[in-house]
């Protein structure tokens, strides 16, 4: 019979009771006495020098408390890069300064140029329209190729061009890459794009900002993946408060794949106006704000080429990539294109020289950053996307080209830095194809021919590094923070027990997965066990939740934490029992002796520690809490290998996934149905860039795709029932739960075999079309057929 | 949104008097009305709503002839139709999402014209007539172009008149984002001939595909509109699709619509 609680156990997610029935308490549910809103008027123009801008008419109307421009932020520090990438000549990335207030320029649609604080949003949003301006428009930075060109206008005026950084990664050696290219027996080269995306949670940001000048301390609601991030950078670079003096609350939090990583100029904004205002200061981001105000993702372009000798063995890898950093540096934003990106370059091949070089470009657009896999599925795409061509090209069976490449030993040092501590490719290469039914294509796709459709198999592997990060690896990269996490177990008189957490749990179930690890490490009901988090005021300080990390890296925090509790408690059980603490056994939340029948339960020990009569007071004190900080000693790799099967209709052009497989290796699970659904989830998240979703600007730097009438979210007719199997497992060999995190695999994984499948298609009906940019919507792959 | 006075009359002359004030507009399921005004790009002195008018809540089907009050909503024709008209049914049936179905009305959807609605094919197609308040109004010279139509200020669709047509199919090709007609072909047969509609595709709006009604008036088939096509000139391209792949998409859609009526 299979478990129902604890470790590999899939209890029920315990949240959604609250979610599903309107308890939830979002950002938006909260209100403060006496709260003020705020109304950002923001551009509507990409680039223009601001003359000057007259409130003088707007403030005299009704309910306005006060207007903030951008001079009133000129004493205070810009929103700050967290990561610096040395470029390949040894020098810094140029970083601009990114006011929380446009101040004399506007830089890109939707950047903040006053802000009008009033008694209702109606009346702050009527003010708004009554602020003058003056502004001189300059041309729009748009492509990111003419942003290049020497006598391309420039983003920011006093940087020396467009260009944030010149990067190279691998091998450095031009000479000897290009030697190894020469050599080839056969070379493979794709140009393509990866198209930009806008997150677009269900739950847009919202912040609030409070002011007690009682105690002088600030509290800011947020919508945050990382409380103690935002504290951190909104206090320490720019607000300049002690840290001491602000609480971050993000409470449940509807959803953020990456785009409430950063730091938002809004919640600096709310967090200063309420002092200023001398009221709370709330704002809630409407939709269409969100189009244009949230960091957007992905947006490469790309140049690869793939060298293999006469075997086919992979002997060469080389990328050229264009990375579109928007108009100002957001908060991991260069971080994506470089080390989260070029380190992936290998995949799961033995490739043995590997060049990955990357530019940096600043646009009039919205900042981008991190999105659901974050460089990674930038990586895979185009390295999974040449590998299919070349298999074209040679003949060859995209399966066994991949499979004769893959590495096969472990640990594996890449050349793009990594080291790979465990992964089995063949493995889940061979669940692959069973889960995909390969066998059957071939009638599957005699069916559809019936049909009048083109039927098309794609297949790719991927890998990942995540449970980010490894601190002093990642320092010596560029990043400017720690990626530790931490938590604190609290154990209660009665035996329940509270665990604060750093990590930040806003769709991944953690309120259901950290109690199941707990409560089976003590032998204990999951329901005595909560977790606790998105409270800095709460919460030890912990780097929240992204890059798939929490149970890898905060969840081995709690591990350590509860084996401080256990190893304590054990020390209590064996003063009541009079025995060794050498020999005291814990099982189903029994203490007992090993050799005798005395045995003390978990509540009696928690009891004692809490009323400490009979207790070993000059040895042990009494209590029971503790306090670990976890910092991993690497990545860790989920690797594996997805399959899509497309129709596509040969008149319109419209792709339908008709099956999608997934093969995954995540090392152990704690709760499988919740792995199910994250994997589930980032498939969706992949088939929408795929097939769908398109950020697209105009050349004025207008987004074209701002509301959801023009940006294609996928719906749940849009993608199939998925084959998802997980039971490949080799646990990672340096966190004491052997886990590797799963939350952006399908999104990293998915993209290219839906490519794949429709190129396959295509060409199954005798088109030759080799490639199509994403996302391959009826039109595009009309007008490829037709081309 | 802006203020606004709002009414709702009980009947089409007080809807009539209270919209003779100046920027007073109509207001029928709102569907686009109202997202509109949530963006502050209109501003209405006064709303009359016309959903609470019995006579324009009517529907009655007089064996050939499918009237529809202005003010009945997609999802009311979806069913009511279903028996006397199933092309028409299934077009209500199929409009946005239920939501929009159960709020949005036949007459606001015309009387906004978009180009991208279904229900102008639908009118266009059938060769319906839009009943006013003061007029009768033949589809064929209601329909002048994006969101502009026949009818003059303060003028209210009363009910549609819709001619049964022997048989009739509406093939809808959607938008990937809004999943309105990126082409619609709405065919109807009648013993007086065949009318050939198509919504989403013209950057003039809704328009006869004459061509293809003389082709099918010839031959109701498929293949009879084999080697016909509309000019790409005057279609809309955008992000979702080029003047070309329009123009091609309408042949497609033609072509299942006739297929599907059978």
């Not at chain 1, 006093?158 to 027996?185: K, R």
């Not at chain 1, 957490?501 to 329901?527: K, N, R």
Request: aromatic share 8%; charged share 20%; hydrophobic share 40%.
């Amino acid at each position: 019979m299979p478990k129902d609680q604890g470790i590999g156990a899939s209890p029920k997610r315990r949240e959604d009771v609250r979610f599903l029935t309107g308890a939830g308490n979002y950002t938006d549910d909260i209100n403060v006495n006496g709260q003020a809103y705020v109304h950002f008027l923001r551009a509507d123009v990409a680039h223009a020098t601001i003359n000057s801008i007259d409130t003088s008419a707007a403030a005299e109307m009704p309910g306005v408390v006060k207007i903030f421009t951008g001079a009133d932020f000129a004493e205070v520090g810009g929103i700050p890069c967290g990561w610096g990438v040395t470029d390949r000549h040894g020098n810094p990335q140029q970083e601009p300064r990114h006011p929380i207030i446009a101040h004399d320029t506007i830089r890109h649609v939707g950047e903040i140029v006053a802000a009008v604080v009033a008694d209702t949003l109606e009346q702050a949003r009527d003010a708004a329209e009554a602020i003058e301006f003056s502004l001189s428009d300059k041309p729009a930075v748009v492509d990111m190729a003419a942003a290049l060109a020497e006598d391309a206008t420039k983003v920011h005026e006093d940087l020396t061009s467009n260009l944030c950084y010149d990067w190279v990664f691998g091998n450095p050696d031009d000479d000897a890459v290009q030697a190894a290219f020469d050599s080839a027996a056969h070379v493979t080269t794709l140009e393509l794009v990866n198209n930009r995306l806008v997150a677009n949670p269900m739950e847009p940001r919202v912040a609030i900002g409070d002011y007690s000048r009682a105690t002088d301390e600030y509290t800011l609601h947020t919508t945050s993946q990382n409380p103690h991030v935002i504290r951190l950078l909104m206090c320490a670079f720019v607000l300049g408060l002690p840290e001491h003096k602000v609480r971050v609350i993000a409470p449940d939090v509807g959803g953020g794949f990456g785009s409430k990583i950063f730091h938002y100029a809004e919640e600096a904004f709310c967090t200063f106006a309420a002092k200023a205002c001398g009221r709370a200061v709330k704002w809630t981001s409407t939709r269409a704000e969100a189009f244009i105000s949230d960091a957007h993702g992905r947006d490469h372009v790309t140049k690869i080429e793939l060298a293999l000798d006469g075997d086919n063995n992979f002997t060469a890898l080389r990328t050229n990539t264009m990375a579109n950093m928007g108009a100002y540096l957001s908060t991991f934003s260069t971080s994506v294109p470089s080390y989260l990106h070029g380190t992936l370059m290998a995949g799961n091949y033995k490739t043995p020289i590997v060049q990955v070089n990357v530019k940096t470009v600043f646009t009039n657009t919205v900042p981008v950053d991190a999105y659901r896999g974050a460089g990674r599925p930038e990586a895979t795409f185009q390295l999974e996307r040449v590998i299919d061509k070349a298999a074209r090209e040679l003949g060859a069976d995209p399966i066994a080209l991949r499979r004769q490449n893959f590495i096969t030993e472990f640990p594996y040092e890449t050349p793009v830095a990594l080291t790979y501590d465990t992964g089995d490719y063949v493995a889940t290469m061979d669940k692959l194809e069973q889960v995909a039914d390969v066998a059957g294509f071939a009638a599957r796709r005699a069916e559809s021919e019936k049909n009048g459709k083109l039927r098309g198999f794609g297949i790719n592997c991927y890998i990942e590094a995540c449970g980010i990060a490894p601190s002093n690896i990642v320092g010596m990269l560029g990043a400017r923070a720690g990626l530790y996490d931490a938590a604190t177990v609290r154990v209660n008189a009665t035996g329940s027990i509270s665990v604060m957490v750093g990590a930040h749990a806003h769709g991944q179930g953690h309120e259901t997965t950290f109690p199941q690890v707990v409560a089976d490490m003590i032998g204990i009901d999951e329901s005595m066990v909560d977790i606790v988090h998105g409270d800095t005021g709460r919460v030890p300080f912990g780097m929240g939740t992204y890059g798939s990390r929490s149970i890898a890296v905060c969840g081995s925090a709690m591990v350590r934490a509860t084996e401080k509790i256990i190893a304590k408690a054990k020390k209590i059980a064996a003063h009541l029992m009079e025995a060794s603490d050498a020999d005291i056994e814990l099982k189903d939340g029994q203490f007992t002796v090993a050799g005798t029948d005395k045995s003390v339960a978990w509540g009696d020990v928690c009891l004692t520690a809490y009323v400490p009569h009979n207790y070993p007071l000059e040895e042990l004190e009494p209590g029971l809490e503790e306090t670990a900080f976890y910092d991993p000693a690497n990545f860790t790799y989920p690797a594996g290998a997805y399959a899509c099967e497309v129709e596509v209709d040969p008149d319109t052009g419209k792709v339908s996934i008709e099956r999608f497989s997934a093969a995954d290796d995540f090392g152990n699970i704690i709760n499988p149905m919740i792995v199910d659904g994250q994997v589930h989830g980032g498939l969706g998240q992949g088939i929408g860039q795929a097939l769908l979703e398109n950020a697209a600007y105009d050349e004025d730097g207008q987004l074209l795709s701002a509301s959801f009438m023009d940006y294609a979210m996928p719906r749940a007719d849009d993608v199939p029932f998925y084959q998802v199997d997980h039971s490949c497992q080799t646990p990672c060999t340096h966190n004491p739960l052997g886990v590797k995190g799963c939350g952006e695999a399908g999104a990293i994984g998915s993209p290219p075999a839906v490519v794949n499948a429709v190129i396959d298609a295509l060409q199954s009906g005798g088109k030759n079309v080799t490639h199509i940019d994403m996302p391959l919507s009826p039109a595009r792959v009309w007008a490829a057929m037709n081309g | 949104m802006y203020e606004f006075e709002f009414e709702k009359p009980s009947t089409v002359a007080e809807a009539v008097a209270a919209l003779a004030d100046e920027d007073a507009q109509a207001l029928g399921g709102g569907q686009t009305l109202i997202p509109t005004l949530k963006q502050r790009l209109a501003m209405p002195s006064k709303l009359v709503s016309l959903t609470a008018i019995p006579q324009l809540k009517e529907l009655s089907d007089n064996g050939g002839m499918l009237t529809i009050g202005g003010a009945v909503t997609h999802a009311e024709v979806a069913e009511a139709a279903a028996a006397s008209y199933p092309a028409l049914a299934d077009l209500a049936g199929h409009i946005g999402d239920p939501a929009v179905r159960n709020r949005g009305t036949i007459g606001g959807s015309l009387a906004n014209n978009d180009p991208a609605a279904c229900y102008p094919a639908a009118a266009l197609g059938s060769g319906a007539t839009i009943v006013t308040n003061t007029r009768e109004i033949p589809s064929d010279e209601y329909f002048q172009g994006l969101f502009d139509t026949a009818l003059n200020e303060g003028e209210i669709i009363t009910a549609v008149r819709f001619p049964v047509p022997e048989k009739a199919n509406y093939q809808k090709f959607l938008q990937p984002a809004s999943r309105f007609a990126l082409v619609g072909v709405f065919v109807a047969k009648y013993a007086a001939g065949v009318r050939v509609a198509v919504t989403g595709a013209s950057e003039e709006g809704v328009f006869r595909w004459r061509e293809a009604e003389a082709a099918l008036d010839a031959s109701f088939a498929p293949d009879a509109l084999d080697g016909l096509s509309v000019d790409a000139g005057g279609m809309i391209g955008d992000l979702h699709g080029s003047k070309e792949y329009r123009a091609h998409l309408v042949g497609v859609m033609a072509k299942r619509a006739v297929a599907a009526a059978g």
